[in-house]
């Protein structure tokens, strides 16, 4: 009798290898279908631009900073808060690795107190990565509770040390936190059933009564970022669309008494901006990442400075004199448009961003600097509004920045000459952040949560399908006959099921043929 396998059992094409290549095949394209079915259900990831305002930093993420806000607290008035953003356009549900602090960073908060440039208070955020079980995937491993549930498997502590400088030298430095924990990641309803709990539990009161938070929450900036578009391509037809609805950021916030941060009662004044130092193999920090007033380095510095800036001081700002006196923002709103760019030199832009509108945010003898200018004295408004300064409201921007005020549309007003007498009403065609700013520290709203999408179709909330896929294959409340996704998804768990058997009959079989190969 002549052998099947002429040549050994694992070499050749005979009948018996060519049906078992036929088996696995279909196998795999079972499976494969399972996969094809889910994905093409699956909502698609938005494409859009984000805080990236350099070439560098675009690509570090962890490192980016995002946006700074600087405004009296509405509920505790003698102090001020501190929001300062990191890591643009955190997918909800962008696991298995969610988003984390880098452990190799300095996250930084300056404040200058007398307007020299030079910071005379920092604030410095350490973070460590913790890791419970490193031989699972999972970011959480069952329900999280608590910031020290033993299911929360990737957990973050920092520290904070305050340091006293002089002329830009340290002289004086303490540890004012220490092993603070972090609030997570919201992986979803089912892993994290109560955030509010966890975010609750990430407050901590430092020594010398401020109030520090460090986590994820929505991303309190909101803006129709087709703006890069040719300035919304061109003829505004899609303008009003909030780009980063629906997106997270991690945030640091910072509450401190007011007599902390400024020279005094007299001169109440602060300017304040943010900053990341990277580690590098060396072990030295370099500055990476800065930001006082929004949109700076996204659109008034040009791209052969946007690097340069995020590793200077406020101290050397001169160098970039030119990108304010002379924008470049106006002129493209001309040339696409129509409407007249101001002339120039630009001076009143020198004051909204490099020294303090006068008799409001700018300290006596102030030295030209890009920061976000605070002044203390001015109490929180009863019914702020969104334009700030532009319309009457100087606890608004750019007398600081609050979390409802729309940065955007002021810019683009003061851009286009508003503080001159040039009134154009030019607006993205977004009023407001997505979601709700809470009314107490943090303030910021809570992040979009892992599990925050829509509905299998045929389903409702609460519904458990599990017992439904070896019942007609289909969603409860899908109707008998079921359709469309409803079907496919069900269709799809089916065929990976049968290929996974399909399989398994397959190797039995083979297996069977390798002890009796004739």
């Given at each position: 009798?002549?052998?099947?396998?002429?040549r050994?059992?694992?070499?050749?094409r005979?009948?018996?290898?060519?049906?078992l290549?036929?088996?696995?095949?279909g196998?795999?394209?079972?499976?494969?279908l399972?996969?094809?079915g889910?994905?093409?259900?699956?909502?698609?990831?938005a494409?859009?631009?984000?805080h990236?305002?350099?070439?560098?930093?675009?690509?570090t993420p962890?490192?980016?900073?995002?946006d700074?806000?600087?405004?009296?607290?509405?509920?505790?008035?003698?102090?001020?808060?501190i929001?300062?953003?990191?890591i643009?356009?955190?997918?909800?549900?962008?696991?298995?690795?969610?988003?984390t602090?880098?452990?190799?960073a300095?996250?930084?908060i300056h404040i200058?107190?007398?307007?020299d440039?030079?910071?005379?208070?920092?604030?410095?955020?350490?973070?460590?990565?913790?890791t419970?079980n490193?031989?699972?995937?999972?970011y959480?491993?069952g329900?999280?509770?608590?910031?020290?549930?033993?299911?929360?498997?990737?957990?973050?502590?920092?520290?904070?040390?305050?340091?006293?400088?002089?002329?830009?030298?340290?002289?004086?430095?303490?540890?004012?936190?220490d092993?603070?924990p972090?609030?997570p990641s919201?992986?979803?309803?089912?892993?994290?059933?109560?955030y509010?709990?966890l975010?609750?539990?990430?407050l901590?009161?430092?020594?010398?009564?401020?109030?520090?938070?460090?986590?994820?929450?929505?991303?309190?900036?909101?803006?129709?970022?087709?703006?890069f578009?040719?300035?919304?391509?061109?003829n505004?037809?899609?303008v009003?669309n909030?780009?980063?609805?629906g997106?997270?950021?991690?945030t640091?916030?910072?509450?401190v008494?007011?007599?902390l941060?400024?020279?005094?009662?007299?001169q109440?004044?602060?300017?304040?901006?943010s900053?990341?130092q990277?580690?590098n193999a060396?072990?030295?920090?370099?500055?990476?990442?800065?930001?006082?007033?929004?949109?700076?380095?996204?659109?008034?510095?040009?791209?052969?400075?946007?690097?340069?800036?995020?590793?200077s001081?406020?101290?050397?700002?001169?160098?970039?004199?030119?990108?304010?006196?002379?924008?470049?923002?106006?002129?493209?709103?001309?040339?696409?448009y129509?409407?007249?760019a101001?002339?120039?030199?630009?001076?009143?832009?020198v004051?909204?961003?490099?020294?303090?509108?006068k008799?409001?945010n700018?300290?006596?003898?102030?030295r030209?600097?890009?920061?976000?200018?605070?002044?203390?004295?001015i109490?929180?408004?009863?019914?702020?509004?969104r334009?700030?300064v532009?319309?009457?409201?100087?606890?608004?921007?750019?007398?600081?920045?609050r979390l409802?005020?729309?940065?955007?549309d002021?810019?683009?007003?003061?851009?286009?000459?508003?503080?001159?007498?040039?009134?154009?009403g030019?607006?993205?065609?977004?009023?407001?952040?997505?979601?709700?700013?809470?009314?107490?520290?943090?303030?910021?709203?809570?992040?979009?949560?892992?599990?925050?999408?829509?509905?299998?179709?045929?389903?409702t909330?609460?519904t458990?399908?599990?017992?439904?896929?070896?019942?007609?294959?289909?969603?409860a409340?899908?109707?008998?006959?079921?359709?469309?996704?409803?079907?496919l998804?069900a269709?799809?768990?089916?065929?990976?099921?049968?290929?996974?058997?399909?399989l398994?009959?397959?190797?039995?079989?083979?297996?069977?043929?390798?002890?009796?190969?004739y």
């Open positions: 009798m002549t052998p099947l396998f002429s050994g059992p694992f070499s050749g005979g009948p018996g290898r060519t049906g290549v036929t088996l696995i095949c196998a795999v394209a079972a499976g494969a399972t996969a094809a889910v994905t093409a259900l699956a909502p698609q990831a494409s859009a631009s984000s990236r305002e350099a070439p560098l930093i675009s690509g962890q490192y980016d900073n995002t700074l806000y600087a405004f009296a607290s509405p509920d505790k008035p003698d102090t001020t808060t929001v300062a953003n990191w643009p356009f955190e997918e909800p549900a962008g696991g298995p690795n969610f988003y602090f880098a452990d190799d300095q996250y930084d200058d107190s007398n307007g440039a030079q910071d005379d208070l920092l604030f410095r955020y350490t973070f460590k990565t913790h419970r490193g031989n699972t995937f999972l959480n491993t329900v999280v509770k608590s910031l020290d549930d033993p299911n929360l498997n990737i957990t973050q502590t920092y520290d904070i040390d305050l340091i006293r400088l002089k002329h830009g030298r340290e002289v004086y430095r303490t540890r004012v936190a092993k603070v972090v609030a919201d992986v979803g309803k089912a892993s994290m059933p109560d509010g709990k975010r609750a539990q990430a901590y009161k430092t020594a010398g009564g401020a109030t520090t938070f460090a986590g994820q929450a929505a991303d309190p900036f909101f803006a129709d970022l087709r703006v578009d040719l300035l919304y391509g061109g505004l037809s899609e009003g909030d780009t980063l609805k997106y997270n950021v991690n640091i916030a910072l509450q008494p007011n007599d941060i400024r020279e005094s009662s007299k109440p004044v602060v300017g304040i901006w900053t990341t990277r580690r060396q072990g030295y920090y370099t500055q990476v990442s800065r930001l006082g007033n929004p949109l700076v380095n996204e659109v008034v510095n040009p791209q052969k400075d946007k690097d340069k800036f995020n590793a001081q406020p101290a050397y700002d001169a160098q970039f004199l030119k990108n304010v006196t002379n924008p470049e923002l106006p002129k493209l709103i001309e040339s696409i129509k409407i007249k101001p002339s120039e030199p630009r001076n009143d832009l004051d909204v961003f490099l020294k303090g509108v008799g409001l700018q300290p006596p003898n102030v030209p600097s890009e920061e976000l200018r605070l002044n203390t004295s109490k929180p408004s009863m019914h702020p509004k334009l700030g532009l319309d009457g409201d100087k606890a608004g921007f750019p007398n600081g920045r409802t005020d729309d940065v955007v002021e810019a683009l007003q003061v851009m286009e000459g508003a503080l001159v007498g040039q009134k154009t030019l607006s993205d065609g977004v009023d407001k952040a997505d979601g709700t700013f809470e009314k107490s520290f943090p303030y910021v709203a809570e992040p979009d949560s892992g599990s925050h999408g829509p509905l299998a179709k045929g389903t909330a609460g458990d399908v599990r017992s439904q896929l070896g019942d007609a294959l289909q969603p409340g899908s109707g008998s006959g079921g359709s469309g996704n409803t079907v998804i269709a799809s768990a089916a065929s990976g099921a049968a290929g996974i058997l399909l398994g009959t397959a190797v039995g079989w083979w297996r069977r043929r390798i002890r009796r190969p």
